[in-house]
């Protein structure tokens, strides 16, 4: 029996209302279906990538505020840097500079038994010249030799120490000191060399090419 508008008329009051119901659960269906799903899972999407971004922001805002005082380190870094490598002598001023270290001793009143540069050690930019030191004269004395050393413009450190065969002479105990005195130079580098580096770094971190 097909369903007209005057047999829905004359239905009772209680199937209308259950028609009614019907035919509205059935718009809602279509809608949330059709409509609020799509649209809320969307919404849920744009929430989270506002939250990453929102997150992205914060984080920019904190290193924005803190650029001046991460310059600010950074350029007390290169000085500290700059007056380091100052103090480093280049390969010409090593030997004045050995001289220097035994003058002193000689000056201090040691006698030298033993004075021998080792092999160079190379550390990137520096390099480390040790030397076996052995010399002969009172605890006062290798004291003063050692606070010279200290007070060198260039860096030179003292390690090592060993004292030995002590003998009272003349009053005062005479001993042995050896010790190793390692100073440090700067490595020159040609700028053809550097140039050679940083392309090898460039071809290393580069990714591999497709044949």
């Known amino acids: 029996m097909a369903i007209t508008l005057e047999t829905i008329v004359k239905l009772s009051k209680s199937k209308k209302i259950f028609i009614l119901i019907v035919l509205l659960g ?18 849920q999407k744009k929430k989270a990538e506002m939250e990453i971004l929102e ?31 100052s103090q480093l002598p280049t390969s010409k001023e090593i030997p ?9 001793g000689t000056d201090s009143g040691l006698e030298f038994l033993l004075f021998r540069p080792m092999p160079e050690v190379n ?18 004395q ?11 413009p260039r860096i030179v450190n003292i390690n090592g120490v060993a004292m030995e ?6 009053g005062s105990w005479e001993i042995q000191t050896s010790c190793t005195a390692t100073t440090f130079k700067f490595i020159e580098r040609e700028p053809i060399d550097l140039a050679k ?9 580069a990714p591999p090419r497709k044949r």
Do not use: C, W
Not at 165 to 170: D, L, P, S, V
């Open 55 to 85: 997150r992205q922001v914060r984080e920019l805002r904190i290193v924005a505020a803190n650029m001046k005082r991460f310059q600010e380190e950074v350029a007390k870094l290169r000085e500290e840097l700059k007056l380091a490598v």
């Open 123 to 140: 550390r990137d930019f520096y390099a480390e010249i040790p030397v076996e030191i052995k010399v002969k004269g009172n605890y006062h």
């Open 197 to 205: 580096e940083k392309k090898a770094a460039g071809e290393k971190g």
């Open 26 to 43: 059935g718009i809602l269906g279509i809608y949330f279906y059709s409509f609020y799903f799509p649209q809320h899972e969307t919404l």
């Open 165 to 170: 065969n002590a003998k009272e002479t003349a």
């Open 96 to 104: 004045s500079l050995l001289a220097s270290i035994s003058n002193l």
């Open 142 to 152: 290798v004291a003063l030799f050692f606070d010279k050393v200290g007070k060198l």
